[in-house]
């Protein structure tokens, strides 16, 4: 027989694989590199506790180690004692972004829309930008009955630039082509702003909230670490006082693996709402 | 007097100029009728103010004077009833080509139901030829589809008049003979009336029932139009086998090349003068000369 009837003598069995094979493929593909960067990170985390186990000074201080770290972080987990304050970290930065947003997105698309705002804001903006939202932290105490109340406060206002600019950025991107597009069909104002403006933008305001969640994580911690008596801040200034680096480093953990999977929530969004402007 | 569909009366535009405290004037006194269903094309030189009278009659642009009444109604707005096709196909990226369209069915009527709404938005992507592109978003599309896409939208909305900016002037010469062809074939099915601005004069010759042409700006003014006095259906292939073709060609091509720079400068000597601007084309078959009829006979008309 020619060699085409052997192989197909074979197919069957193969064929059945075929679609399992391009998942395999598939799954390596998407892994491959960042486990090689896992590893990477998980090696020089190793390394470090090895040089601090071995120095008669740093030596008290050997539970930072992936073992000691990764075991205390199973404890959390298993234990249940690590939702509570994850609870009240993301509730704090639930908030702050609620109102960030809440007032950067309008803020920005009257910015964007409005070059006379943009010059008169720019200065009085860039200014209150610079200043590190934790300068702010006497005042917030002062201005705000409970602890709660000052930490979403200074995540407000430290979240709130990046959402603002990144908008006010998508709006002047705005065709006027689809302005007139939209007119031409008798949009009113209303219609304008929700068939053509907010979509139109969305990308860029969601590209803002990612920066602004990142922003938000990093002020929570130091925030966390005055006055309030939950989070995961305080769990950190916690297990430092009670001498717990095992625990401390896995709070650490605990920081950057939620950390991470809020940016990836953010990363997903952008994808969903990008849409690609040819000219 | 038969009234026409669309009445545009004594329209003029006058801009301000930065250096200067006079105005400029683009365009003044211009009269012109467009009767239902007619396929009218106006060429001109760039800056003679053609984007700006089709921008009026979408209700886009306010005029400095006059007015334009469609359907005994005047024209003050952007409103359905004026579909218009811009030149850079003016698709919503983050839209499919099929919800870009029944973005429009669905503001010309708001009350459909959904798969009504569809159903009527698939059949003008059809018409156009995207039956397999329908899910597509503009940037997966061509040049030529996406212009299409916009074909379907301006058509699917079914408006009285359907106004075309230099629709096919960012295509290629293959693709902009095979969309041609295919809106004359949407045309001669709806006999919309059509109000188009082309540069290309073998565009307008084989699409339109009538050429209007302008002259050079400023004081510019639609000084002819010119009948295309070729039956339909036409077709690209042999259009020029037609005896009138070369007649009317050469008629348009001369107006562009000599007459619309001299008639400008007439224009702007008579402006000097402060005669009355007020004009309507003289018009003209370059088939049959006997039958054109001759200049300022309505102004000769209302001066009596």
């Known amino acids: ?279 | 007097m038969s009234k026409g569909f669309l009445e545009i009366e004594n329209l003029s535009q006058r801009f301000p100029q930065p250096d200067s405290d006079d105005l400029m004037t683009v365009f003044e006194g211009v009269d012109l009728e467009i009767q239902k269903g007619e396929f009218v094309c106006l060429i001109g030189h760039s800056g003679c103010g053609k984007s700006t009278i089709l921008n009026v009659l979408a209700g886009l642009a306010t005029p400095t004077d006059g007015n334009v009444i469609m359907d005994n109604k005047e024209i003050k707005g952007p409103s359905l009833e004026q579909g218009v096709i811009f030149q850079n196909h003016s698709l919503l990226p983050w839209l499919s080509a099929r919800d870009n369209v029944m973005f429009a069915v669905r503001a010309r009527w708001p009350n459909w139901s959904k798969q009504k709404r569809l159903d009527h938005a698939e059949k003008y992507l059809k018409m156009v030829g995207l039956d397999h592109a329908m899910d597509r978003k503009p940037s997966q599309l061509s040049g030529g589809m996406r212009q299409r896409v916009g074909i379907a939208r301006a058509f699917a909305i079914e408006p009285k008049l359907l106004l075309m900016d230099e629709p096919f002037g960012a295509l290629d010469a293959l693709t902009r003979g095979v969309i041609q062809e295919e809106l004359l074939k949407i045309w001669s099915e709806t006999h919309q009336t059509v109000f188009m601005i082309t540069h290309d004069v073998d565009e307008a010759i084989l699409l339109a029932d009538r050429v209007l042409l302008m002259t050079n700006g400023p004081h510019a003014k639609v000084a002819e139009s010119v009948k295309i006095d070729i039956p339909r259906p036409r077709e690209r292939a042999t259009l020029h086998q037609h005896e009138s073709y070369y007649k009317i060609r050469n008629h348009l091509v001369d107006f562009l090349v000599h007459r619309a720079k001299d008639m400008s400068q007439e224009a702007q000597q008579e402006a000097a003068q402060g005669l009355d601007p007020r004009h309507q084309p003289r018009h003209v078959n370059p088939a049959k000369p006997s039958e054109s009829a001759a200049p300022q006979e309505r102004a000769a008309i209302r001066a009596v």
């Open chain 1, 1 to 279: 027989m020619n060699r085409e009837a052997t192989m197909n003598e074979l197919n069957p069995a193969l064929e059945r694989m075929i679609p399992f094979l391009r998942l395999a493929d598939q799954v390596r593909r998407r892994v491959q590199y960042p486990t090689v960067g896992i590893a990477g990170l998980f090696a020089l985390w190793w390394w470090g506790g090895w040089l601090i186990a071995n120095n008669e000074d740093t030596m008290a201080f050997a539970s930072f180690a992936p073992g000691p770290t990764l075991a205390a972080f199973w404890d959390l987990v298993s234990s249940g004692n690590v939702w509570k304050p994850i609870e009240s970290s993301l509730y704090r930065v639930g908030w702050g972004l609620f109102y960030a947003i809440a007032i950067g997105v309008p803020m920005g698309v009257m910015i964007g829309y409005f070059l006379t705002l943009k010059q008169i804001t720019h200065v009085p903006f860039q200014f209150l930008r610079m200043i590190s939202p934790l300068a702010w932290m006497p005042i917030a105490v002062l201005a705000f009955a409970t602890w709660d109340g000052a930490i979403i406060f200074l995540i407000a206002i430290a979240a709130i630039w990046p959402i603002t600019y990144a908008t006010a950025h998508g709006v002047q991107r705005i065709d006027p082509m689809w302005l007139k597009v939209g007119s031409n069909l008798g949009a009113n104002p209303i219609h304008t702003l929700r068939y053509i403006v907010m979509p139109a933008i969305a990308q860029d305001v969601f590209a803002g909230i990612r920066l602004a969640v990142g922003v938000a994580w990093i002020v929570l911690v130091p925030a966390e670490y005055l006055g309030v008596t939950s989070g995961l801040g305080y769990a950190i200034n916690d297990a430092r006082d009670t001498l717990e680096y095992d625990k401390l480093a896995a709070f650490v953990l605990v920081i950057g693996i939620i950390g991470y999977m809020l940016d990836a929530i953010c990363v997903r969004l952008i994808k969903r709402s990008s849409y690609h402007a040819e000219s």
